[in-house]
């Protein structure tokens, strides 16, 4: 990481109303919207993206904003990786690893 950097990642968690077929298909855009923006889903309607910077994480966040559905709520939520890091992840009652975001190279 570069000095005065921190790694981010920008979670977005979301309820979309899925009762018409103009909903069900607003609702697959933003999916594959945010797939297409290197998204990991975490779980259904949460996804989160590591972001090298605080300042690329508000680029991702302004783009999620211009790509917002028409209905529905959505959450974005900015941590840090080392926050990111601490989630407890449990499939079943058996603890499991959490995502991790792409390596990178590191400059000394």
Known sequence: MI?????MW???????????KKSR?????FRTYL???GYLRLQFSVYARPC????NAKVHENRIK???PPAGQVRMLTITDAQFG???VFV????????SGPKQLEFF
């Open 3 to 7: 000095s005065g950097y921190r790694a």
């Open 66 to 68: 211009r790509n917002l």
């Open 10 to 20: 920008v979670m977005v968690m979301f309820d979309l109303p899925v009762n018409t």
């Open 86 to 88: 601490r989630m407890r």
């Open 25 to 29: 298909r607003d609702y697959a855009r």
């Open 52 to 55: 090298p910077t605080e300042e």
């Open 35 to 37: 797939l297409k923006q």
């Open 92 to 99: 079943g009652k058996k603890p499991t690893d959490t995502e």
